[in-house]
């Protein structure tokens, strides 16, 4: 792939192109995406990769040293456990010994022969599909393929009378081939299942290898798992939707899925709830998947996993009665119909469920998984109303043996089979000593008899734990006059209430490349500073978990959390270095839209902060200490904050000493504290809007409706400009008639000034080494420096560090406030690319080395960190390679071929970007010059359309510590990998001499903020 001379020449001619390749258990991929009017170059390049590689012993090279690199990186603890959890559940076939990444050994020693004999076997057009998806006409593309395929030897040795679309159900559902070997599974032996291998269904099963009828456990050690991990894992036949019965079929198993979540989510609700429940159909496996993960600390494993076997027992026991039906009913298809409306474009499946393809990466993927084993891929649309026809035929009976078919494996309509992987750290952190302490793993017959021994939920016990889900959090009420509205340049309209609360408002066209949801982002001033001031770290992010999954007014936290879930409203918490944010996620609905604004006036009016959701967050930030306590990378970048930053605990991360010692009263009070203030929040909201979607008044409140036919694409621009219009209009009214009356909580604590609040870094590098115990042998690298703030500013070590480099950069940020920001990101862009071409493809040291710039926008300071994974016996020297390549650009400067490949990346990632919830949130904070909405995206795009080399050149010059770097390196696995690592200096420096008077910050912090260096 990387080898292809055609690729390399089209990337080189600028035409936008970006491509990628992958491995699965099932498949090699290659994407390309390029101009419709390059779609016969883009073909060439992947009829050269696909069947006529060069074949390059350097490139072999080179390859075999990156794959080899990307195994120690991949090698996290995600990954651990979905090898444990797929290498167990597959033991009867060949899956669990050919994992894509392959073996190190077969890696180290595959010579060119045998890649090339391989390649010739199996990399043949009889064995490939080719996917075309854009703006392009049939006839055009069968002309260009015929060009750019035809040609190729076997490209057209399939018989008239053969069907070119048929798979092997008995390998993966790949095109049958000879030599391919058959990969068959075991099935769950519930009576249902088996029931379908009868004379009656035997049609309906794909090729098997038997029936599981018992309860297979696998036990296995995880070093760096934080508790237990039970998965239960059941595999059944993955069968086609190819009529309207199948579709009735797989809504009716959606329905239970869904059934399950409600039940779990309203015995544990929480963001930290102890299990999870997914039901799939995996292309890469060949199989349908039902698995139920349980996580908990590792002595209360087995009581854990009985409460969650209770409920899910219950469902497949009793079933659900029809007041649950018509809720997760409701829920399912407004998921469904939320995203047609939202996407009219997007194409819809049973394989993806509620996920949308929207643009063409999407739609090609999409049709890569579902099309080999037989899955329906339309139009969202035609899926939605095809949906709605089969919701029709589904009552309370069929759903109920729906639930007896998906569940009955767990038990208490049968027994127990399946698989079930136990997953274990091998040690556990004392909390008071930090000792490491051994954990035992429970054997198979523990784990059995504990799975087995279940207290069944009585029909009364079911019923008594019902949520009756609220139709509003508020009463009704007529909207508050606003202080102030005014239109702001850029689409936005900025409203400030009568409480002194300000909020602007964007609404925006919905496009293919866009987020499919709205979002509200607050943002408050206060953040870990506030904590640190008041000596209590940790409390503010302890407040806003617990507020997450908390009760409202009257409404109890699974009321909340259950109105929350119908009406397509989610939120994310964030406690930033000096405020707090929340984005709030909801349809682009009037319905949505008001259930979010509701349920934001309650939570900062009349929130409840019980003990059972603070502890719950307490445990979610223990987990997360440990986390970095256990992990190389954790470990080294909270070691590297501590270095860089030895004066501003506000920028490292709460230890498991300080979680420990919070309370209740504390999170509580520093949540409300930083909440209260209303006239110091902001609130941003950005909608889209859809010209099919028009708003009419139904009494005092309004609602959206469709017309007749269905869903419609976007009509003309004066219909897109009416429907924003109407949108906006609806949300400024539910703005004043929701938040217009809102008052302070009574007794608010006032939260501390954190204004003055300023970070200091460290005059002199360091070098740190961190070793930690694991079973495999791994190697990470953070090297970093200082860099300016988002406006142009750096803190005081960097002001005075860079004063003589940085030349005009001070004048360039004062004329534009977005020059710090890009030029900083065009550099890193381009720096990125050396990288990635000397230490990866020419040195072949790590697969994987970026530099990533962060640039506070609240206060002025910032730093850049470069990042590398590599063999333990190659740290060393890809350490000092990186950061050669890092302070290359003083020896040779960035020219204007590297600033324009580094432009495109930027176009391409900002195109990623878009489709991001947040995006037209972050568009909403005003530049100082007033631009905000439209206007500013299209100032950042003029701004980077710009910018040269010499700018590039200017932001690296204002990188502090390039020479006289902080540098952490961790290593992981038995401790002879630590005694083998060099001794000494890990890289050449050249410190600057420090200040006789080094300036000091923020004084008026008191004395446990004196950041006198």
């Known amino acids: 792939f990387l080898g292809s001379t055609r690729r390399a020449e089209l990337q080189s001619r600028g035409v936008g192109m970006t491509s990628n390749a992958l491995t699965d258990f099932q498949q090699t991929v290659y994407h390309l995406s390029v101009g419709s009017e390059h779609l016969f170059d883009g073909l060439a390049v992947l009829a050269e990769v696909g069947f006529a590689p060069e074949f390059r012993m350097d490139r072999i090279e080179k390859e075999r040293s990156a794959v080899l690199s990307e195994a120690q990186m991949v090698n996290d603890v995600t990954y651990r456990l979905q090898t444990q959890i797929i290498g167990a559940s597959h033991r009867e076939n060949v899956i669990h010994t050919r994992f894509p990444i392959g073996l190190e050994s077969q890696i180290e020693r595959w010579t060119e022969s045998e890649l090339r004999r391989f390649h010739s076997e199996w990399y043949v057009p009889r064995n490939a599909t080719l996917w075309v998806v854009g703006d392009v006409s049939e006839d055009r593309v069968v002309q260009e393929v015929e060009r750019a395929f035809g040609g190729l030897p076997g490209a057209s040795v399939m018989g008239a009378d053969a069907d070119p679309w048929r798979r092997d159900e008995g390998s993966l559902f790949r095109p049958p081939m000879p030599s391919r070997p058959v990969i068959l599974h075991n099935y769950v032996a519930s009576r249902e299942a088996m029931a379908l291998g009868g004379p009656s269904g035997e049609s309906r099963v794909p090729a098997m290898k038997g029936w599981s009828r018992d309860l297979d456990i696998s036990l296995a ?70 698995t139920l993960t349980v996580m908990s600390e590792p002595l209360r494993w087995a009581s854990t996993a009985q409460d969650v076997l209770q409920e899910v027992r219950a469902v497949a026991r009793l079933g659900i009665d029809s007041e649950e039906l018509d809720l997760i009913m409701r829920m399912t298809m407004s998921k469904i119909e939320e995203t047609a409306k939202a996407q009219p474009w997007s194409y819809m499946g049973t394989l993806s469920g509620y996920d949308a393809a929207s643009t063409s990466r999407d739609i090609v993927e999409a049709l890569i998984a579902s099309a080999p084993a037989g899955h329906l891929l339309t139009k969202a649309d035609a899926f939605n109303q095809t949906l709605q026809k089969a919701r029709g035929q589904i009552d309370l009976g069929r759903v109920n043996e729906a639930c007896v078919h998906l569940l009955g494996h767990f038990g208490g309509v049968g027994e127990p089979c399946g698989r079930v992987v136990v997953s274990s750290p091998a040690f556990m952190l004392d909390e008071v000593t930090g000792r490491r302490v051994p954990i035992g793993l429970p054997d198979a017959a523990e784990v059995s008899t504990a799975l087995r021994s279940i207290t069944e939920l009585t029909e009364e016990e079911v019923r008594s734990k019902r949520v009756t889900v609220p139709l509003a959090l508020l009463p009704e009420a007529g ?48 953040g870990r500073a506030a904590d640190i001031l008041q000596g209590i770290d940790g409390a503010v992010q302890a407040g806003l978990m617990a507020l997450e999954s908390s009760g409202v007014s009257s409404w109890s936290r699974e009321q909340v959390q259950l109105y929350k879930r119908l009406h397509s409203v989610s939120a994310d918490f964030r406690a930033l270095p000096n405020a707090i944010e929340t984005d709030i996620h909801f349809a682009p609905s009037v319905g949505s839209c008001r259930a979010a604004l509701e349920w934001l006036r309650c939570m900062l009016e009349s929130p409840q902060f019980d003990l059972q959701g603070f502890v719950e967050a307490q445990l979610r930030l223990k987990g997360a200490a440990n986390a970095r306590e256990k992990t190389m990378e954790g470990k080294a970048i909270q ?251 003083g020896r040779f400067p960035f020219v204007d071929q590297e600033i324009d490949a580094s432009r495109r990346v930027m176009a391409y990632r900002e195109g990623q970007a878009k489709q991001q919830k947040g995006y037209w949130a972050d568009k909403l904070r005003p530049l100082p010059n007033g631009q905000v909405g439209a206007e500013r995206i299209a100032h950042e795009r003029h701004l980077m359309e710009t910018l040269t080399a010499d700018d590039a050149m200017l932001a690296w010059r204002t990188l502090n510590g390039v020479e006289d770097p902080f540098v952490v ?24 001499p420090q200040p006789s008077s080094p300036a000091s910050s923020a004084s008026s912090a008191g004395s446990n903020m004196d950041f006198l260096d």
Request: include cysteine.
């Open 221 to 290: 050690t995880n070093d760096l798992i934080q508790g237990m991990q039970l998965c239960w894992v059941a595999k059944s036949p993955l069968m086609p939707v190819t009529s309207h019965e199948d579709l009735v079929t797989w809504l009716c198993t959606r329905l239970v899925v869904e059934a399950v979540r409600l039940r779990l989510q309203t015995r544990w609700c929480t963001g930290s709830s102890p299990c999870n429940f997914h039901c799939y159909d995996s292309i890469r496996e060949g199989v349908s998947v039902t």
């Open 479 to 526: 909207p508050v006059a606003l202080a102030q509205r005014e239109e702001l340049p850029g689409g936005v309209v900025k409203l400030t209430l009568q409480n002194g609360m300000r909020i602007r408002l964007l609404v925006h066209p919905s496009t293919p490349d866009g987020p499919s949801q709205s979002t509200m982002r607050l943002h408050a001033p206060g």
């Open 969 to 992: 390196q961790a290593t992981s696995g038995s401790p002879m990998v630590a005694q083998m690592m060099p001794r000494g200096r890990m890289v050449e420096r050249d410190p600057r």
């Open 639 to 889: 070691m590297l904050k501590q270095d860089m930053y030895p004066r501003d605990p506000w920028l490292w991360d709460a230890t498991l000493d300080q979680v420990n010692r919070l309370t209740l009263g504390q999170a509580r009070r520093a949540a409300q504290a930083q909440l209260g203030n209303l006239g110091a929040i902001e609130l941003d909201v950005a909608s889209s809007a859809l010209p099919s979607m028009s708003l009419s008044r139904v009494g005092s409140s309004m609602s959206h409706e469709e017309e007749a036919g269905g869903i419609s694409p976007p009509v003309d621009e004066d219909g897109s400009q009416q429907a924003m219009a109407d949108m906006r209009q609806m949300l400024e009214e539910e703005i004043c008639r929701t938040l217009g009356s809102l008052r302070a909580p009574a007794g608010a604590p006032a939260a501390p000034d954190v204004g003055a609040m300023q970070s200091t870094a460290a005059w002199s590098g360091t070098e740190q080494r961190v070793h930690l115990p694991d079973a495999d042998e791994r190697a990470f690298v953070v090297i970093a420096g200082g860099a300016p703030g988002f406006w142009g500013p750096g803190d005081s070590t960097w002001d005075v560090a860079t004063k003589l480099e940085r030349s005009n950069w001070d004048a360039k940020c004062a004329a534009d406030p977005l020059y710090a920001s890009t030029a900083m990101q065009l550099m890193s862009e381009a720096m990125n690319m050396r990288l990635l071409g000397r230490i990866r493809d020419q040195l072949s040291l790590s697969y994987s080395c970026e530099v990533t710039i962060t640039m506070y926008d609240g206060f002025p300071g910032g730093h850049w960190i470069c990042k590398l994974y590599a063999a333990p016996e190659k740290i060393s020297t890809a350490t000092c390679a990186a950061l050669d390549v890092i302070r290359s650009p």
